[in-house]
């Protein structure tokens, strides 16, 4: 397995849409084209995504959304790995990938916040140095980082 992580293209939209709804169910469909397709309009800078590719193959993605009402704070969302590629490194490489995104993109100085929510695995964030948080409208606790460049 040869991986390698790069911002998501045309091209990879609809095999990231499909890894994103193999991962988290059909239900989600909607919602993974609307918010895949917004991070390649002329707004991406709002959102980017990542995609983890095998030989040109899409088995993961996660993406970053920037807290433009609030500078340097980051939500991480849609990190999904093809459900048979999981427990082989892709997500700890997109997690990886998509906290030094962020550390390269402060805007007012060398820290940031990172934010997400986890509705399970939060041993895995915490391995990055995401914390517990309050929980969500949805019940789930929000994983909370201070980045540092």
Known sequence: MTLRITSMSRNCLEPTIEVAVRAFGEETRADAVDDFEYSLTELKYRAHTLVAL???????????VWG?????????????VDPPR???GVGTLLMENAI?????????????????????????????????????????PVMLMVVND
């Open 100 to 140: 030094s995104y962020t550390s390269q993109r402060l805007l007012s100085g060398r820290v940031g916040t990172i934010y997400l929510s986890a509705l399970f695995r939060h041993e895995f964030y915490e391995r990055f140095g995401f914390t517990r948080g309050p929980k969500n409208h949805h019940g789930a």
């Open 68 to 80: 433009y009402l609030m500078p340097d704070t980051y939500t991480l969302a849609w990190l999904c």
């Open 54 to 64: 095998d030989s040109d193959v899409v088995v993961g993605a996660v993406q970053v």
């Open 86 to 88: 999981q427990k082989n």
